[in-house]
């Protein structure tokens, strides 16, 4: 499914990503953890194509694709998901119109026909409840007044209403109280199945306990050190990331 | 109008200026070049009272001692007023007795438009007195109209059969000695609307003028007045597009309104004239005067979506002249490429407990140039005004300006004056969201654009909104790189 072969991204001068190597195959569900900084969120953005960063070396391949020239827009289309981890507000654009013009977009680019008024609401009723989301919300403006709470609900339901392949999801733990994260965390785990692919950024292992992961990667200053099972996430809980920080340094 | 919204979306691939033909109609005009004769001449050709061309001779004589107006922050060309065709009318082919007997041509250049001219507007609702160049080619429903007492026709029409409301209304709100080119209006207009609602009647349509520009190197210089008696209540929709050309083309209009007590009129405009090239060449001047009077407990709503025009000068009014009176203005006001808009409204409070409010939506593309003048006088015996300003501009890209001169006077200490402001940019991180999703950024910046003039799109009578949001979207091509 992804494929990503010594990732170098930087932003002006800085290089963040410095070597990054990645498999994610269908059916699995990944977790990458590590210390604010170094480079979870560059990792998220640049895959899903964001010119802030530029690329300056390495290969990505989505579904057997390099998508390194491919617009940010194609990406989507294609079926790479971002839950942001500071969802945008757009005033005055309900979610309904937004999402709307999105899974439209989509299924444009599959040869499907839009879908009618009646399909499309039936749609979002349906995604709305896998996580409880507030049916007002839709027809409020994107995220404009949202919770924190609200805000990464409304990331989920855009995840299940546009249906990916692969879905990356940048801290949608955070700022979240125990009931808000079981909701989201149970939704996510809903929408897994065999044919996708998770890729959960946190810092918590909370959510690990409800998002089950296959692999836990470990990013530390723009490298992956080290690359677990789920007990490496306990682990961490528990210890913290500098035994391997310091190992990492002695190798 | 989240079906519409698909509609909007896909015509931004559609590229250039969507009504830019030249409809070939037999047209006759006069020379070029201003003077009495000229005025005479078209006076004449209007088959005008004595009256009529008096008026016009002194507004002219007026207009010779006015300097040209510079103080807008607008880069104006100059204007050789020498140079101006000042009457062009499709040539008369004798009396037309139904929709058969049209201009073949002119009924396609109609259809291209969209104006529903037939029997299904009646289904619509929707009376239109469509103005192709300056002669009134045809009013309809003016039966249904006249059953209210209500009249609804051409101003050529209402000087020869309604001359005392004329004489009494027309140039009551905005004078001849108003400003340049209210006096050049008054002068030359060559034809416009004229709308009356009689006391206490409710008018049962929208009622709505297409005006269009069309004979090459033809100013035009519309007229409309509109007097909604005591108690009464209209909504008047006034929208116009033009073919596309090189030369620029010079459009003086004046709007008059006046509001009896107790009134209520909602004033509608969609302008999407030409504006000039990519590279700023052509474009319609647009230099309007539009004002209304409230008397006692009467109310007025300016609502304008301004995206065509390479220059805009307008500020529509109110005067709020009697007690409990109050006036409204919504605009969302777009320039790009090299379009200039200098637009805003003057509220002016006389009465006690006079109440207006201002929401302006400025967006600035482009290497355009966008500018709000808004002037909110409350007078010294204006007890208890009130005036609530929101005034917001948007950038997109790095190249446009945005300015707002908010200017206030206040003669009265009991006067409560609010003024919000604010500058955004579409910041990268929403389009980024949007490309996410799968949104091209073109179609993210059109829904940006939407959502943030919103506010304003709501005040719009349904059909306008739709067509407003097209233009807008439309209008903002090739703004992104």
Sequence with gaps: MLKVENLHASVGDKEILKGINLTVKAGEVHAIMGPNGSGKSTLASVL?????????????????????????????RKGLFLGFQY?????????????????????????????????????????????????????????????????????????????????????TDSGLDIDALRIVATGVTRLHTENNATVVITHYQRLLDYIVPDYVHVLYNGRIIYTGDKTLALKLEAEGYDWLINNHQER | ???????????????????????????????????EDVVRLISEKKGEPEWMLERRLKAYRHWLTLPH???????????????????????????????????????????????PLEEQMALAGVAVDAVLDSVSVKTTFRETLAEKGIIF???????????????KYLGSVVPYTDNFYAALNAAVFSDGSFCYIPKGVRCPMELSTY??????????????????????????????????????????????????????VKYSTVQNWYPGDKQGRGGIYNFVTKRGLCREGAHLSWTQVETGSAITWKYPSCVLLGDNSSGEFYSVAMTNNFQQADTGTKMIHIGRNTRSRIVSKGISAGRSQNAYRGLVRVAKGADNARNYSQCDSLLIGDKCGAHTFPVVECHN????????????????????????????????????????ARDVLSKLPMEF???????LSLSLEGSVG
């Design chain 1, 48 to 76: 899903a194509g964001n010119e802030k960063f530029t690329v300056t070396e390495g290969k990505v391949e989505f579904l057997g694709e390099n998508i390194l020239d491919m617009p940010i827009e194609e990406r989507s």
């Design chain 1, 87 to 171: 969802p945008v507000e757009i005033p005055g654009v309900t979610m309904a119109n937004f999402m709307k013009l999105a899974v439209n977009e989509h299924r444009k680019a599959r040869g499907e026909e839009p879908l009618t008024a009646a399909e499309y609401l039936r749609l979002m009723r349906e995604k709305s409840a896998i996580v409880e989301l507030d049916a007002k919300l839709t027809s409020r403006a994107v995220n404009e007044g949202f919770s924190g709470g609200e805000k990464k609900k409304n990331e989920i339901f855009q995840m299940a209403m546009l249906d990916p392949k692969l879905a990356i999801l940048d801290e």
């Design chain 2, 1 to 35: 109008m989240t079906e519409d919204r698909q509609d909007i979306l896909q015509e931004l691939e559609t590229s250039d200026y969507k009504y830019g033909f030249v409809s070939d109609i037999d047209t006759e005009t006069i020379g070029r070049g201003l003077s």
């Design chain 2, 69 to 115: 107006p510079e103080w807008a922050h607008l880069d104006i060309p100059p204007i050789d007023f020498q140079d101006v065709i000042y009457y062009a009318a499709p040539k008369p082919k004798k009396k037309l007795g139904s929709m058969d007997e049209v201009d073949p041509e002119l009924k396609r250049t109609f259809d291209k438009l969209g104006i």
């Design chain 2, 153 to 167: 026709c051409s101003i050529s029409e209402a000087i020869k059969e309604y001359p005392e409301l004329i004489k």
């Design chain 2, 211 to 264: 005006f269009r520009i069309n004979a090459e190197g033809t100013g035009q210089f519309e007229r409309t007045l509109i007097v909604a008696d005591e108690g009464s209540y209209v909504s008047y929709l006034e929208g116009c597009t033009a073919p596309q050309r090189d030369e620029n083309q010079l459009h003086a209009a004046v709007v008059e309104i006046v509001v009896e007590r107790d009134a209520d």
């Design chain 2, 413 to 452: 200490p009991s006067a409560v004056l609010e003024h919000e402001a604010t500058t955004s940019k579409i910041s990268e991180d929403q389009l980024f969201y949007c490309n996410q999703r799968g949104l091209t950024t073109e179609d993210a910046v059109g829904l940006i654009v939407n959502g943030y």
């Design chain 2, 465 to 471: 909104a739709v067509e407003a949001q097209k233009l």
